[in-house]
């Protein structure tokens, strides 16, 4: 079973501020995708990404593949107190997550 | 439309009391269905998946157990409760690898 780390664990930050979330693993993914959870519900995908150096934008989040498919990140441009939640990244075979990042945008 | 059915909500148990949790798939067929623990704010642990019916693989070796006795039922259970199972646990189903899973809305586990 893969593992993926991701990081930074613990993210805050003051709205309208960009940052970047990284997952990353010592294998290569045969595709990743990208979720968000809110307290107390389930994980919702936010993207799948299969091509390697593959870029795929949604509004403000931008998310990248590695060339060698092994680590992936989402940058988020101007950030919004709407953003704020768990962000994980996840792979086959099976489905399996990283630890999140918690990210916490403040008015 | 396909929907998932997890519960109940929340649960309070008593150490070394048994346990079941039921999940159920509506509206399509043969999904991939999956057990996952969450600790409070981090990631998600993968406990059990299943491809079809009766096929359980593990993937944490603990006191807990799924059956998948029907098409679109998974359950997982325990014998005896122990503390550290408390937990959110979340149901969840695909149709296949790489495809987007989709998650019910989970169950709030204390073991007292």
């Known amino acids: 079973t893969q593992l993926l780390e991701q990081s930074p664990q613990f993210l805050s930050i003051q709205e309208g501020e960009n940052l970047t979330v990284y997952c990353n693993s010592s294998?290569?993914?045969?595709?990743l995708q990208w979720y968000r959870q809110e307290p107390g519900e389930g994980p919702v995908l936010l993207v799948t990404v299969v091509t390697g150096g593959e870029v795929k934008k949604l509004k403000r989040l931008t998310f990248q593949f590695g060339d060698a498919r092994k680590d992936s990140s989402l940058h988020i441009t101007a950030a919004q107190t709407g953003d704020t939640g768990l962000y994980l990244c996840?792979?086959?075979?099976?489905?399996?997550f990283g630890k999140g990042t918690r990210l916490s945008v403040i008015a | 439309s396909q929907t998932i059915h997890q519960w109940p909500a929340t649960l309070v148990q008593p150490v070394g009391s048994p346990l079941s949790l039921e999940c159920t798939v509506e509206g399509t067929s043969n999904p991939n269905l999956y057990w996952y623990r969450q600790a409070a704010g981090r990631g998600l642990q993968l406990l059990f998946y299943s491809v079809g019916i009766g096929q359980i693989s593990s993937e944490v070796p603990q006191n807990l157990s799924a059956s998948r006795p029907q098409d679109r039922q998974f359950i997982l259970s325990s014998k005896k409760l122990l503390l550290s199972d408390s937990g959110f646990y979340l149901c969840?189903?695909?149709?296949?690898?790489?495809?987007?899973?989709?998650f019910g809305q989970g169950t709030r586990l204390t073991v007292v």
């Open positions: 996840a792979s086959y075979t099976p489905l399996v």
């Open positions: 294998s290569v993914f045969s595709s």
């Open positions: 969840a189903w695909n149709l296949y690898t790489n495809t987007e899973a989709f």
